[in-house]
């Protein structure tokens, strides 16, 4: 039986026609994914051990007094991935990247920090696509930083979600905004 596990995700609100290249990108590239979750950068998880409501909470908690916040996607990056061995295709911020950080820090830094990954924080990222072919994937990424890829992008909330085997299912939706 599969393993219930948490995650803490921003799904950035984009203008319709970047938000349509972007889930073509990833149809293209990663369609098992692309359906299946919206274009996000994760803050936290996959973790297990927690109760939905639990980590809500501290999730709700970790993000009061944090405002609403741009981010631009204006580089894109092949990426191997460790543990599988396929190449990742990102999107990378610039500007407001410091600021999508700080947040992942901030969730990090209650109760969930003895779930923060050993080693370096990862590059904040929204994957696009996934390939065995480092050549491939690497031509793909210079076609777009040639085409001077400038997405903008509003982080306003951050998504709790539950994924189970293949299923994810939505928790809650904690809008960044709140005050005590």
């Not at 149809?27 to 803050?43: G, N, W």
């Not at 927690?50 to 092949?78: C, M, N, Q, T, Y």
């Not at 543990?83 to 820090?105: C, I, K, T, Y």
Request: hydrophobic share 40%.
């Amino acid at each position: 039986m599969p393993t219930e596990t948490l995650l803490a995700l921003v799904c950035p609100e984009f203008a319709l026609t970047d938000y349509e290249q972007i889930q073509l990108w990833r149809r293209e590239h990663d369609a098992e994914q692309a359906d299946q979750l919206l274009p996000h950068f994760t803050l936290v998880g996959p973790v297990s051990g927690w109760s939905p409501g639990e980590f809500a909470r501290e999730v709700e908690a970790r993000l009061l007094g944090i405002k609403p916040f741009e981010i631009v996607l204006d580089h894109a990056v092949s990426q191997r991935d460790d543990g599988s061995g396929e190449v990742m295709d990102w999107l990378v911020p610039g500007p407001g990247r410091e600021a999508l950080a700080a947040l992942q820090g901030r969730l990090y830094s209650g109760t969930l920090a003895a779930e923060r990954p050993a080693g370096p924080a990862p590059v904040p990222h929204i994957t696009i696509g996934r390939d065995s072919d480092a050549a491939a994937s690497q031509a793909r990424m210079r076609e777009l930083n040639k085409a001077e890829l400038c997405i903008r992008c509003l982080v306003s909330a951050v998504q709790i979600v539950r994924r189970k085997g293949e299923g994810v299912k939505l928790v809650e939706r904690v809008p960044l905004g709140r005050e005590r």
